[in-house]
């Protein structure tokens, strides 16, 4: 299979579109008619769904290119959006191994991995890269492990030192995010930086997440999806640059809600590192106009009971109860009511 | 759990108390990396029990051509390290997890001192070949009863950084004087029997280390005991703990579905909530705090055990 890369934006024209395909392999992240956090981890690797954004272990999609373009444009304007404090350098190389190994695997016709010992030799066709280095040498390469390897890797990572029973955000490339900051939680542990979240302390959501991450063990990596809502399909809403994007939230009208708002869905992956223990958390985020997702009739059901029937804290807290009331209208003209099949892929 | 079947290419007495054994993919596929100071879970079908030991993994953690392990004879333990020794021979089939580390380097020491105590060695033994190949300063102290008894001393490069310590030959640990001379940021890990972890807690504490400081792995299979019994809250049903046993086998072996990991009381996966305790836990892990265990509200099965009139566990 190629893909046939778009040309397109995530600011200023968002020219953003998802095809026919990008449309039906949307990570549709309702399983049921009712949203609540749970532990919803699943294991992760190759031999998912033919198809589906679960098939590869770092999926490649027409947005690849342009996506890499605009996390270039965001690193330019805010370099410490790529952090890793000094200790995390081998998680960087780890990282980096299991990226190009991954993508050289799972897309031959894209990317080549040669190693001869240390003496490695890289090639990404798709963003016109060829680089010789040794691994483990960081003079090597034009920059950090991390940072040379997540300019190349779609999606956001964190990468979590592990010790004292606790994960540590450490390090991080994080141009694509739901409204966090990598700047403001380097350094935290996974109880502090999960602080703002609500309602999920009580209900002992972290313990019981932490446990499970902690004990991931070498070769079984696990997903789960989150989710939020996003005015226009713009990848950078960090705290940041709350002033560029919060203002777009008052611009909809239920005659541009369709195309306006999008579901944002992040697969996060969970992997253990070889050599340095830690735990790479890369968070993907894939963008749907909601008049693309209703092309679906089971997600255009499904989601407006979602959302009609959410906790007001959740919509908060997801920064999207100013609109809800526009969202629900706009999609109860697509609930007719039937009952919906279980699981979150299309019918037919 | 997350598992491969392996080949055991080798077995090898290293002491009379301890072998080595060597697992490999059997088509020859290479197995994921680690970390120095991961572990595996081997299983064990003998007869109609299920064993399941937890292993530190000794061999070079950049090396996926195979695992190894080194395990010393225990003969008033459970049986696992009996049916090992007695049992298993090269060519054999065994189940083995995927490798998890919960003894790890703490990266951000300025230098690693690795204590260890007897079989205690093995997770240092992975450790110190990462340390050698990222060229990190580290010093090691290994503490054994003979020269035949250590296994270790087989098992270790011949780098001056590693000090013997053997009881014998009067050469035993002075804690006080190499935990003393050890710059700022200096992070130090035990692993060997209880009494040495103790010392070092406590030398480090008379010292002034940082808690967060001082790591330590006691090498641990579930303790044997007196056989009890466990009522299961969920089916009402009544479950017999033999004194060979941990509570987690009995649940294994009645088919009560349960998550773990490791096995030795340190990764918290088969934390048991309890409903009623009349008698006293005596717990061996160290998952809880403190006060959750005298609280006597939880339990982790793997290595806990109880001791008086009832139990009954949300199970």
Redo the contacts between chains.
């Keep these: 299979m190629t893909i046939r890369f778009n040309d397109e934006t995530f600011r200023d024209d968002y020219s953003f579109r998802n095809s026919a395909t990008a449309i039906r392999r949307f990570p549709f992240p309702f399983d049921k008619d009712d949203y609540m956090y749970s532990v919803n981890m699943e294991p992760h690797g190759t031999g998912g769904r033919a198809g589906s954004v679960f098939e590869k272990r770092f999926d490649v999609d027409e947005h690849y290119v342009a996506e890499m373009r605009d996390r270039a444009i965001t690193l330019a304007g805010d370099p410490l959006r790529c952090q890793s404090l000094p200790h995390m350098e081998l998680a960087g190389w780890d990282l980096l191994e299991l990226i190009m190994q991954c993508k050289a695997e799972d897309y031959p016709d894209l990317f080549q991995l040669h190693r001869d010992g240390d003496r490695w030799h890289w090639i990404n066709r798709p963003l016109g890269i060829e680089q010789r280095f040794t691994f483990l040498d960081p003079t090597t390469l034009p920059c950090g492990p991390m940072e040379y390897i997540t300019r190349q890797a779609q999606g956001d990572f964190a990468v979590l030192d592990q010790r004292e029973n606790n994960l540590w955000m450490d390090a991080g490339m994080v141009t694509s995010q739901a409204d966090w900051s990598l700047d403001f939680d380097i350094g935290m542990n996974f109880f502090e930086w999960h602080a703002p979240v609500p309602k999920a302390a009580e209900m002992g959501i972290f313990q019981r997440a932490l446990k499970f991450l902690l004990a991931i063990p070498q070769g079984a990596p696990s997903r789960r999806l989150n989710w939020t809502m996003t005015v226009n399909p713009r990848l950078d809403t960090s705290p940041e640059n709350y002033h560029l994007w919060g203002p777009e939230k008052r611009t909809i009208t239920p005659e541009n809600v369709g195309a306006k708002q999008y579901l944002r869905v992040e697969l996060q992956s969970f992997w253990r590192l070889p050599r340095s223990n830690a735990l790479a958390f890369p968070i993907r985020c894939y963008l749907i106009a909601l008049e693309d997702l209703v092309t679906v009739p089971k997600w255009a059901r499904r989601l407006h009971r979602v959302i009609r029937d959410l906790p007001d804290e959740l919509a908060e807290y997801k920064g999207f109860a100013v609109n809800r009331p526009i969202i629900i209208d706009y999609l109860a003209q697509f609930d007719d009511g039937k009952p919906t099949s279980p699981g979150i892929f299309p019918d037919d | 759990m ?1 598992s491969l079947m392996l080949r055991v290419a080798e077995a090898e007495s290293l002491t009379p108390l301890v072998k080595r054994f060597r697992f490999e993919h059997p088509r020859g596929e290479s ?5 120095g ?2 572990h595996v879970v081997v299983e064990m079908p003998d007869g109609d029990v299920l064993r399941r030991n937890a292993y530190s993994l000794i061999s070079d ?2 090396d996926g051509s195979g695992y190894e392990i080194a395990v010393r004879r225990e003969d008033g333990g459970r049986g696992g390290s009996r049916f090992m020794h007695a049992r298993v021979r090269p060519g054999d089939l065994l189940r083995i ?6 003894f ?5 020491a300025r230098k690693h001192v690795l204590i260890a105590g007897g079989i205690g060695i093995t997770p240092f033994v992975a450790q110190v070949r ?1 340390l050698l190949r ?1 060229q990190l300063p580290f010093e090691l102290h290994y503490g054994a009863r003979s020269r035949d008894e250590a296994a270790g001393l087989r098992l270790l490069p011949d780098v001056p950084h590693i000090h013997f310590h053997i009881s014998d030959e009067s050469n035993r640990m002075d804690l006080g004087a190499f935990l003393s001379a050890q710059p700022l940021g200096t992070h130090v890990y035990t692993c060997g029997p209880e009494g040495l972890i103790n010392a070092v807690a406590q030398t480090g504490a008379r010292l002034g280390w940082p808690k ?1 400081a001082l790591h330590s792995e006691v090498f641990q299979a579930p303790p044997p005991g007196r056989p009890f019994e466990v009522v299961l809250a969920r089916s009402g049903r009544t479950i017999e703990v033999g004194a060979h046993q941990s509570l987690l086998e009995a649940l294994e072996a009645a088919e009560v579905e349960i998550d773990w ?2 096995r030795g009381g340190a ?3 088969c ?1 048991t909530r309890v409903v009623s305790c009349h008698g006293r836990i005596e717990h061996h892990d160290h998952w809880l705090s403190e006060d959750e265990q005298s609280a006597q509200t939880r339990i982790m099965p793997c290595v806990s055990r109880f001791r008086g009139e009832s139990l009954i566990i949300d199970r």
């Design positions: 997350t197995l994921p990396l680690f970390s100071g991961a953690p950049q997890s995927l490798p998890l580390n919960l790890a380097l703490d990266l951000r990462q990222m967060t990991s490791c990764c918290g996966r934390e």
